[in-house]
């Protein structure tokens, strides 16, 4: 990828070296000490103090807005073209694999005529640094390059997530199925659904934002860079992808979630049904224990000799009877 001809370069500033700013000299691609270099860099600040951007500032015009939204934490993705520089806040997810609504942030400044990449961020990012130590291995690289491998390895913690999504949403589907007895359950299924549906929605809105920012960055990086804007572009359309799986795992959820209340239903109508059974068959023999048992001074069936035995019998007819029919009907 092609970054636009740079200005004549002017002379580099001559500073000390800063120990707690780390460059990579992409002409080489190769670290080097920080001595206000200006042109083919990458420099990469975490958390970065107010000094390390002052220093930063003798050589790099930053724009005030630009830099006060970075030195935040907490913001959503969000692109901005600047007079000095093109800037993306891009917010991608810290913990794809565990399913967690925590995110991490990177903040990019190009300086496309000096062939110049700034990142700060407020915390370690592992695809970064995972870029950063993966350049060693290349001769040489463009700011554009670097951004683009960059937005393509955070784009891949959406997609981590959404796979991982998906056999998480296939187990919970075979547990909907699963007979788990009449013991109570430690963590319903709902519970888990409802969670997981949460945290899948937080997650759609990163991806959408991430998605709708980097779109913009590649249209107005065509003006700048034509070869990088269509790496840029195909960025934006697995943020696309992305979003479009997230949707459809949206509706997927809230169908599990149907189905596991139809499920439950369908075992609560199970257990009323046998309790009506049960109720049913002893409903005449309740009305007849209650006759035979009414104190009253003559009744034939106390002086038969039989009496007992034959309250059993009818008992054990009549319920029997019930059930036998119940059973025919499919009702037990």
């Known amino acids: ?5 740079p200005l004549t370069p002017h002379p580099e500033p001559a500073l000390a070296p800063h120990p707690n700013i780390r460059v990579k000299d992409l002409s080489a691609c190769a670290d080097a000490p920080w001595c206000g270099q200006r042109h083919g860099v ?12 002052a220093a ?37 997810l810290a913990e794809p694999g565990a399913l967690t609504e925590r995110t991490e942030e990177i903040d990019l400044f190009w300086f496309p005529q000096q062939r110049a ?33 960059l937005l393509q390895r955070g784009t891949d913690t959406f997609f981590t997530f959404l796979d991982e999504l998906e056999d998480r949403t296939d187990a919970l589907e075979r547990r909907a199925f699963e007979d ?21 929605i937080a997650a759609r809105r990163h991806a959408s934002s991430a998605r709708e920012n980097v779109a913009q960055l590649s249209r107005h990086a065509s003006e700048l860079s034509p070869e990088g804007a269509l790496y840029l572009r195909d960025v934006a359309d697995h943020l696309a992808r992305v979003y479009d799986g997230l949707d459809t795992a949206r509706d997927v959820l809230t169908g599990l979630l149907e189905v596991y209340l139809n499920i439950e239903n369908q075992r609560l109508n199970e257990v009323m049904r046998t309790l009506t059974t049960v109720s049913t068959v002893f409903l ?10 009414m104190n009253f001074q003559y009744e034939p069936e106390f002086a038969w000799r039989y009496g007992y035995l034959f309250a059993w019998a009818t008992f ?17």
Do not use: C
């Not at 005030?64 to 969000?78: C, I, N, V, Y």
């Open 1 to 5: 990828m092609a970054d636009p001809a």
């Open 42 to 53: 990458w420099i990469d600040l975490e958390n970065p103090t107010r000094e390390q951007v």
């Open 56 to 92: 930063l500032q003798e050589s790099f015009s930053f724009n005030p807005l630009a830099l006060e939204d970075a030195l935040a934490t907490e913001h959503w993705s969000r692109f901005e073209r600047y007079p000095e520089h093109l800037f993306l806040i891009f917010r991608t």
């Open 117 to 149: 990449l700034i990142t700060f961020r407020h915390e370690p990012v592992g695809y970064l640094e995972a870029v950063w130590q993966e350049l060693d291995r290349f001769a040489e690289r463009t700011p554009v390059e670097v951004l683009y491998t």
């Open 180 to 200: 788990h007895g009449g013991g109570r359950r430690e963590s319903p299924l709902y519970q888990e659904v409802f969670t997981l549906r949460r945290t899948m």
């Open 284 to 293: 005449p023999l309740t009305f007849l224990a209650g006759v035979w048992g």
């Open 316 to 332: 054990v007819t009549i319920g029997g009877s019930l059930l036998v029919f119940f059973k025919r009907k499919g009702w037990w």
